[in-house]
């Protein structure tokens, strides 16, 4: 069993930056595929960003250039640091862990980037 605490999320200008942490416990951490998806009112989730065990990323064209995953091993942490923030970033995120082919989701944090 996995389980994912987000944090970081807030309120925001646009054009401004906020980092997205996600502490993960149980399972071995360094085995996960890792990720952060995002789902705006009436919308569907959608994938923001995932990394891999070996640490390659993929991004969504939306925030690609703006947007940074990184995974601390150690520590079993991922982050979401994002940059130039634009009020389309609006959404709950969520952190996402594929462990060995079984999914697990935190609880999310509300992002919102309003003047």
């Known amino acids: 069993q996995v389980q994912l605490v987000e944090s970081g999320g807030g309120l925001v200008q646009p054009g401004g930056s906020l980092r997205l942490s996600c502490a993960a416990s149980?399972?071995?951490?360094?085995?996960?595929?890792m990720g952060w998806y995002r789902q705006a009112p009436g919308k569907e989730r959608e994938l923001v960003a995932r990394?891999?065990?070996?640490?390659?990323?993929n991004y969504a064209a939306s925030v690609k250039g703006r947007f940074t995953i990184s995974r601390d091993n150690t520590r079993t942490m991922v982050y979401l640091q994002m940059n130039s923030l634009k009020p389309e970033d609006t959404s709950v995120y969520y952190c996402?862990?594929?462990?060995?082919?079984?999914?697990?989701w935190g609880q999310g944090t509300q992002v919102t980037v309003s003047s």
């Open positions: 990394i891999s065990r070996y640490g390659s990323t």
């Open positions: 996402n862990a594929d462990h060995r082919g079984v999914i697990y």
């Open positions: 149980g399972g071995i951490f360094s085995e996960n595929i």
